[in-house]
Each structure stands twice: as C-alpha cells, then as structure tokens.
Nanobody, 129 residues
Framework: VQLQASGGGLAQAGGSLRLSCAAA?????????RGWFRQSPGKDREFVAS??????????ADSAKGRFTISRDRDSADNTVYLQMNSLKPEDTGVYYC????????????????????WGKGTLVTVSS
C-alpha cells in the first residue's frame, strides 16, 4: 500500500473532520492527480474530490461542493493531501479512501474507480445525527 489515509472518526452532524493522505516513504506522487472516494454502507465506492498535480485545480462531487475542501501540501516530502470536511451530514458516513492517478501534465478531472492507479487503505468516518 503506497498511500495511507488517516483522520477519520466520529463527528456530530454539522461538525468537521480533516482527513490526511500520506504516501509511503520514498513515494511522492508528484505527477499524479490525487483524490478521495468514499464507500457508504450498502453502496458502491464513489468519487468525492480530486486535485491536480500542481494543486491549482480541484473537482468535487455535487454532494461535497461548498462543504469539503481538498488540498495538497507540495512542500511536504510526500505531497500530503488533505480533505477538510465541514457541515457534516449523516449521509457522509462511510470509509474514505485516498487515491492517485498517474497524469503527468494533465488537467484535474473527476475520477472514476477504474481510473485509479494507487489506493490507500481507507479511514472510517461516522457522522451521527
């Protein structure tokens, strides 16, 4: 596993959580689009957000727009990626996976599960009402 997500936990509706995605030692993912997916109970894994290799462009699922913010720290050794989640809702509950797609020089895009080259193990987010 080349990516490790962390930061999940229990939050109340309306609360916030910040997820982090770190790369394994020696991996930087500098030419990769990075993203977050989630899988809620009984549902397929779905796209949440993505960010370009430069960090200058982002894409969000409609469910995340206005509430979630994806960012990447290009000064960190491994280009750590974050997902700031505000105004959480019970329907945000699920396992959140960070992901990477090899995309040198390409613009940011909405990602599909089949696009992904590297997955993290996931971190559980539970939002109570």
């Amino acid at each position: 596993v080349q990516l490790q997500a962390s930061g999940g936990g229990l939050a109340q509706a309306g609360g916030s959580l910040r997820l982090s995605c770190a790369a394994a030692p020696g991996r930087t993912f500098v030419n990769y689009i990075r993203g977050w997916f989630r899988q809620s109970p009984g549902k397929d894994r779905e796209f949440v957000a993505s960010i370009s290799a430069s960090g200058g462009s982002t894409r969000y699922a409609d469910s995340a727009k206005g509430r979630f913010t994806i960012s990447r720290d290009r000064d960190s050794a491994d280009n750590t990626v974050y997902l700031q989640m505000n105004s959480l809702k019970p329907e945000d509950t699920g396992v959140y996976y960070c992901a990477a797609k090899w995309a040198p020089g390409r613009p940011v895009q909405t990602l599909a599960v089949t696009d992904i080259d590297d997955w993290g193990k996931g971190t559980l987010v539970t939002v109570s009402s």
